[in-house]
């Protein structure tokens, strides 16, 4: 089992800069894929991007490629999402979850563990 705790969520403006944060516990941390998706209101959940502990293996929705950044600190069982470049459209509740897998997926029924979610949102 997995716990996920997702921090840093905010209030900036367009063109902003923002760090978020995911904390987990419970389980072998670098033995799972974490990562980052959010839903806005009114539309589905969708997935932003993964990254594995194990095999160095990472995945990228195209459109945020250049803005976004996943990365993950093992030692401080830790996975980030810089966000640059906001823009009002990025406004949603972000996720992090966990999928046992030694690969990266943007399916989000290959993960099985999620945080609460963090409030993102972004103003013009």
């Known amino acids: 089992q997995v716990q996920l705790v997702e921090s840093g969520g905010g209030l900036v403006q367009a063109g902003g800069s923002l760090r978020l944060s995911c904390a987990a516990s419970g389980r072998t941390f670098s033995s799972y894929v974490l990562g980052w998706f959010r839903q806005a209101p009114g539309k589905e959940r969708e997935f932003l991007q993964a990254l594995s502990g194990s095999s160095g293996s990472s995945s990228t929705r195209s459109s945020l490629k250049g803005r976004f950044t996943i990365s993950r600190d093992n030692a401080k069982n830790t996975v980030y999402l810089q966000m640059s470049g906001l823009k009002p459209e990025d406004t949603a509740v972000y996720y992090c979850?966990?999928?046992?897998?030694?690969?990266?997926?943007?399916?989000?029924?290959?993960?099985?563990?999620w945080g609460q979610g963090t409030q993102v949102t972004v103003s013009s």
């Open positions: 979850a966990a999928a046992r897998s030694e690969s990266a997926s943007s399916n989000e029924d290959d993960y099985a563990y």
